[in-house]
């Protein structure tokens, strides 16, 4: 039995195709958002590795990911929220894909943010996430959503004025109970 990772953080690029919605959206939505791995620019150049991947993951490819068991994946990428809009089915996108491959929450970003900005609130969130209490026991570890908010709470009110811009903080959102 292959093992399954607790928490999957993918620190990344991602894409959504929103130009080619009309055009493919309505057949394979899942084919217009992905994130980059390892060759994505040889893949870009319609080149693929020795054993035939391109380096980009499609949300239709992560739909056969076994995630079953994991509790937090982490899209930390730009855009990894958007999607196509079905409005009696909901976003068809990557979070739809790694829910369906069994991730139980996702943390996930409704639209670009920059580099150092997504490094520097990953370190504090995952700060918050696993702090402890004076008892040892971690405050946040079962309530990621709590750890989410007291982080974005910090950046709200961050010492430098620079980081309390909404753009940097509000772009993180957890999907799942």
């Excluded at 928490?7 to 009309?22: G, I, M, P, R, S």
């Excluded at 069994?102 to 990953?122: E, I, S």
């Amino acid at each position: 039995m292959t093992e399954v990772p607790r928490v999957l953080h993918l620190a990344t690029h991602a894409f959504y195709l929103e130009q080619k919605a009309d055009e493919l959206g309505m057949i394979r939505p899942l084919t217009l958002s992905g994130i980059a791995l390892s060759g994505a620019n040889r893949g870009l150049k319609g080149k693929a590795d020795p054993d035939g991947e391109d380096g980009i993951l499609y949300a239709l490819e992560a739909l056969n990911l076994n995630l079953t068991g994991t509790e937090l994946v982490v899209l930390s990428a730009c855009e990894t929220g958007k999607g196509l809009i079905d409005y009696s089915e909901g976003v068809y996108g990557l979070v739809r894909a790694f829910k369906i491959a069994g991730a139980y929450r996702l943390l996930m970003t409704l639209w670009k943010v920059g580099d150092k900005a997504t490094k520097m609130f990953m370190i504090d969130f995952y700060k918050k996430w696993l702090e402890t209490d004076e008892a040892g026991k971690q405050k946040y570890w079962d309530d990621p959503a709590k750890a989410l908010q007291e982080t974005q709470k910090y950046y709200i009110n961050h010492p430098n004025e620079k980081w309390r811009d909404p753009k940097i903080w509000s772009a993180y959102v957890l999907v799942g109970p």
